[in-house]
């Protein structure tokens, strides 16, 4: 059975604002307090939910579903076994318990939205208020989306950094992702148009782009994608989470009172400059 790739429009502009939380998220609450015993706590878990005066939100209450998203359970070696290292590497995480994200390494931390979202889904079972940006489904027939929770910014960091021989490693998880989309019925029903994978890094994914170019990639910016691979018309933009730290003089009542400037995050099409 065919997936519907684009049930609900609105369901694509929740996704949008499903990854702008995810990306405030470590702007906003220090990186020992996001997480109490692998969980999210209370703190954590407000800045995910809905504000009962948010704009989607019209009168017949149609723009408050969350997406439904089902998440490949992939061999943990794709995703948290990066930071957790043990012996079950071919099992996939399931523990709603997750190890924590390295933070000192500073280009992790910029392209963190791979974990965040992961962390997301997998605690995210009993969401169903209706205020959350998106729902984890147990079927595949009930999802919006499928997110294919790869860290490939993370494998290229610790595997393939410096384009160098010892890169191997990252390229094997890449041959070893395609292999287990290619073989998947909802990868082939819709030949990945409804799949979510995270590429935020420029050189993430680099060796298997061309073999995944219809799914929905969420990158940084198109500098190195070739437009047969990444494009706006499919995927989703998503900044850099900051280094700096954040500025907290603000007045605590109010705290946007006194700020008279407004600034957005539109995007780019060139890395660095290049070619403009």
Not at 86 to 93: G, L
Not at 163 to 180: F, H, P
Request: glycine letters at 6%; aromatic letters at 14%; hydrophobic letters at 40%.
């Amino acid at each position: 059975m065919m997936v519907k790739s684009s049930r609900k429009p609105a369901c694509w502009v929740l996704f949008g604002l499903f990854i702008a939380f995810i990306l405030a998220l470590p702007a906003y609450i220090s990186p020992d307090s996001m997480i109490q015993n692998g969980h999210m706590n209370d703190k954590t878990f407000n800045w995910f939910r809905w504000s009962p005066r948010s704009k989607l939100d019209d009168s017949t209450g149609s723009y408050s579903c969350p997406l439904k998203i089902y998440m490949y359970e992939l061999p943990r070696k794709f995703n948290m076994g990066m930071l957790k290292k043990d012996k079950n590497q071919e099992i996939p995480w399931t523990n709603h318990v997750a190890p924590p994200w390295k933070q000192k390494f500073e280009v992790n931390k910029q392209h963190s939205v791979e974990y965040w979202l992961m962390v997301y889904l997998l605690d995210g079972w009993d969401r169903k208020d209706g205020k959350t940006a998106a729902v984890r489904v147990i079927d595949p027939e009930q999802a919006d989306v499928f997110f294919v929770p790869f860290f490939s910014a993370l494998s290229f960091n610790s595997h393939g950094h410096g384009m160098s021989e010892g890169a191997a490693a990252d390229k094997r998880l890449q041959a070893g992702l395609v292999d287990i989309l290619s073989k998947s019925k909802w990868w082939q029903a819709s030949q990945g148009r409804d799949h979510i994978l995270v590429a935020h890094h420029p050189n993430a994914l680099r060796h298997y782009r061309d073999m995944l170019n219809q799914s929905i990639f969420i990158v940084a910016d198109f500098g190195r994608y070739d437009k047969t691979v990444a494009r706006l018309s499919k995927d989703v933009v998503a900044p850099y989470v900051h280094v700096l730290p954040s500025y907290d003089q603000d007045n605590p009542a109010d705290p946007f009172s006194l700020r008279k400037t407004l600034l957005f995050f539109q995007g780019r099409i060139h890395r660095k400059g290049w070619d403009c």
